[in-house]
């Protein structure tokens, strides 16, 4: 006979979302249970996403200041990378990240089912337990926090362990003299900041005109100049034909948009061309859910589907896919569910690029402003005119507001160098807040720091910048 169990509210996933709304709903005095395959609580993000990459990433940024040092007279020689004792170190970071989530889930009294949930009706679903065996689940609520996976190139050999997506890459099992990066996302270009740094020679590959599409120009542009010197090579507006695997290594036809095709050996390559959500093969189609043309759940502002039982967060529900708009759901979702009056409406999702220099915005871009046809002002700060970026040798940073030019409101930020993710918190709370340029202008900031980037880039607006000269506007 299958085991029954019944909960009031059911999460399914335990990823950042997932874990936040178990833990919030708990805390709510909900009766809840968190269902994932994962021995803890973390999902994609701290076991094969978000955490081990970033661990990477500062060993990646250590290897680069270390070299940079010898323009100062300091000289390390060499990196002798040791794969077995890194690897060791990603795994400790994630392996006590997730043990502390396990550990909040006892300590909440939020039971973890191992196991894949498949959804059989609008309040019921079996769980495949990772033990073996089955469960059904029936309840009153279900939230679905199932998450996204990478994208594949269908067309090539994906069988081949040589053809590495971004999961692949972090398990790092060993190092590549060469590898072929396709895709010129934050996701490419971040694994290959690690590759390179680590000692592969690598190549991106990019179908668009630049790095980053979607992000402004002026932001990129640091990074881009950046990795042209680390990197084999950046080929942009150009496609990937072919992979045809050899004993070799992987042979790959090139296609630029201008020109003949090109073959190249590599002997890896990394997929990075995006994400898709985790909306197929979970019972979906037993409910009145809607899902859309890329696979994303439909829901309304409080994170409820079309099936009034069901709500869904995160990656399943739409760009932009991050673990700290899945968080923020959750608890918009929770909320709901408990009867309070709650929506999802940020102003401001901050998105942020772990390389080096990193690359943070949030709020309006100027690139969605030209595309809206919005009129507003922006307010450059360079870094070349940082005291504190002097010191540390990364002049090559910005920092800019997007104003609206009738009530010199800040719509926006963006910031391209060292730190800018930790930086661009300030520009998230500016746009929430419905701060004026004013406002950040007359805030003390200390010195000498590059939170100082901030509060020049509005006085750069006003014309009244200590450090850029810029003619003033008489207020």
Same mark, same amino acid.
């Given at each position: 006979?299958?085991?029954?169990?019944?909960?009031?509210?059911?999460?399914?996933?335990?990823?950042?979302?997932?874990?936040?709304?178990?833990?919030?709903?708990?805390?709510?005095?909900?009766?809840?249970?968190?269902?994932?395959?994962?021995?803890?609580?973390?999902?994609?993000?701290?076991?094969?996403? *978000?955490?081990?990459?970033?661990?990477?990433?500062?060993?990646?940024?250590?290897?680069?200041?270390?070299?940079? $040092?010898?323009?100062?007279?300091?000289?390390?020689?060499?990196?002798?990378? %040791?794969?077995?004792?890194?690897?060791?170190?990603?795994?400790?970071?994630?392996?006590?990240?997730?043990?502390?989530?396990?550990?909040?889930?006892?300590?909440?009294?939020?039971?973890? &089912?191992?196991?894949?949930? =498949? +959804?059989?009706?609008?309040?019921?679903?079996?769980?495949? /337990?990772?033990?073996?065996?089955?469960?059904?689940?029936?309840?009153?609520?279900?939230?679905?926090? =199932?998450?996204?996976?990478?994208?594949?190139?269908?067309?090539? #050999?994906?069988?081949?362990?040589?053809?590495?997506?971004?999961?692949?890459?972090?398990?790092?099992?060993?190092?590549?003299?060469?590898?072929?990066?396709?895709?010129?996302?934050? @996701?490419?270009?971040?694994?290959?900041?690690?590759?390179?740094?680590?000692?592969?020679?690598?190549?991106?590959?990019?179908?668009?005109?630049?790095?980053? #599409?979607?992000? %402004?120009?002026?932001?990129?542009?640091?990074?881009?100049?950046? &990795?042209?010197?680390?990197?084999?090579? @950046?080929?942009?507006?150009?496609?990937?034909?072919?992979?045809?695997?050899?004993?070799?290594?992987?042979?790959?036809?090139?296609?630029?948009?201008?020109?003949?095709?090109?073959?190249?050996?590599?002997?890896?390559?990394?997929?990075?061309?995006?994400?898709?959500?985790?909306?197929?093969?979970?019972?979906?189609?037993?409910?009145?859910?809607?899902?859309?043309?890329?696979?994303?759940?439909?829901?309304?502002?409080?994170?409820?589907?079309?099936?009034?039982?069901?709500?869904?967060? !995160?990656?399943?529900? !739409?760009?932009?896919?991050?673990?700290?708009?899945?968080?923020?759901?959750?608890?918009?979702?929770?909320?709901? +569910?408990?009867?309070?009056?709650?929506?999802?409406?940020?102003?401001? +999702?901050?998105?942020?690029?772990?390389? %080096?220099?990193?690359?943070?915005? *949030?709020?309006?871009?100027?690139?969605?402003?030209?595309?809206?046809?919005?009129?507003?002002?922006?307010?450059?700060?360079?870094?070349?005119?940082?005291?504190?970026?002097?010191? @540390?040798? /990364?002049?090559?940073?910005?920092?800019?507001? +997007?104003?609206?030019?009738?009530?010199?409101?800040?719509?926006?930020?963006?910031?391209?160098? $060292?730190?800018?993710?930790?930086? @661009? $918190?300030?520009?998230?709370?500016?746009?929430?807040?419905?701060?004026?340029?004013?406002?950040?202008?007359?805030?003390?900031?200390?010195?000498?720091?590059?939170?100082?980037?901030?509060?020049?880039?509005?006085?750069?607006?006003?014309?009244?910048?200590?450090?850029?000269?810029?003619?003033?506007?008489?207020?």
């Amino acid at each position: 006979m299958t085991e029954v169990l019944r909960h009031d509210l059911v999460v399914v996933g335990a990823g950042p979302g997932g874990y936040a709304a178990a833990f919030l709903a708990a805390d709510l005095g909900m009766d809840v249970i968190l269902i994932d395959p994962e021995p803890n609580p973390g999902g994609v993000c701290l076991f094969r996403g *978000c955490i081990p990459s970033k661990s990477l990433l500062h060993v990646a940024k250590l290897i680069h200041e270390a070299e940079q $040092a010898e323009e100062w007279g300091v000289v390390f020689g060499k990196p002798n990378v %040791d794969l077995d004792r890194l690897r060791g170190f990603k795994q400790d970071v994630v392996d006590r990240l997730t043990g502390g989530l396990g550990q909040l889930a006892t300590q909440r009294k939020v039971p973890h &089912l191992r196991g894949m949930a =498949t +959804i059989v009706g609008p309040t019921e679903l079996d769980v495949e /337990r990772v033990e073996g065996g089955s469960v059904r689940v029936e309840f009153g609520h279900a939230i679905l926090a =199932t998450g996204s996976r990478p994208t594949e190139l269908s067309a090539f #050999p994906n069988e081949d362990p040589r053809l590495m997506d971004s999961t692949a890459a972090l398990e790092m099992d060993e190092l590549p003299e060469t590898l072929l990066v396709v895709g010129g996302g934050y @996701i490419g270009l971040e694994l290959g900041s690690v590759y390179s740094a680590l000692g592969s020679r690598v190549t991106v590959v990019e179908m668009t005109d630049g790095l980053l #599409p979607g992000a %402004d120009r002026d932001l990129v542009r640091p990074l881009a100049k950046r &990795l042209e010197a680390q990197f084999e090579a @950046i080929r942009l507006s150009t496609k990937v034909a072919t992979i045809d695997a050899a004993d070799d290594g992987l042979h790959v036809s090139l296609e630029p948009a201008e020109g003949p095709a090109e073959s190249h050996r590599f002997d890896r390559v990394l997929v990075a061309i995006g994400r898709r959500p985790n909306s197929g093969g979970i019972g979906l189609e037993t409910t009145k859910v809607q899902i859309d043309g890329d696979g994303f759940v439909s829901v309304d502002a409080q994170l409820r589907t079309t099936e009034p039982t069901l709500f869904a967060i !995160g990656d399943l529900v !739409g760009q932009p896919m991050l673990a700290h708009k899945a968080s923020h759901e959750a608890r918009v979702a929770v909320e709901a +569910i408990a009867g309070e009056k709650v929506a999802f409406d940020p102003a401001a +999702i901050p998105a942020v690029v772990f390389t %080096d220099p990193e690359v943070a915005w *949030c709020g309006l871009t100027e690139t969605e402003a030209k595309l809206a046809g919005r009129k507003i002002e922006v307010a450059r700060f360079p870094w070349g005119a940082s005291g504190r970026a002097r010191t @540390i040798g /990364r002049e090559d940073g910005l920092t800019k507001l +997007i104003l609206d030019p009738q009530t010199e409101r800040v719509l926006g930020m963006g910031i391209v160098g $060292a730190g800018a993710g930790e930086l @661009i $918190a300030e520009g998230v709370l500016a746009v929430e807040m419905a701060a004026l340029a004013g406002d950040l202008r007359l805030t003390i900031h200390p010195h000498p720091t590059l939170s100082e980037t901030v509060m020049e880039s509005a006085e750069v607006y006003f014309g009244q910048s200590t450090h850029v000269y810029r003619p003033s506007r008489r207020r």
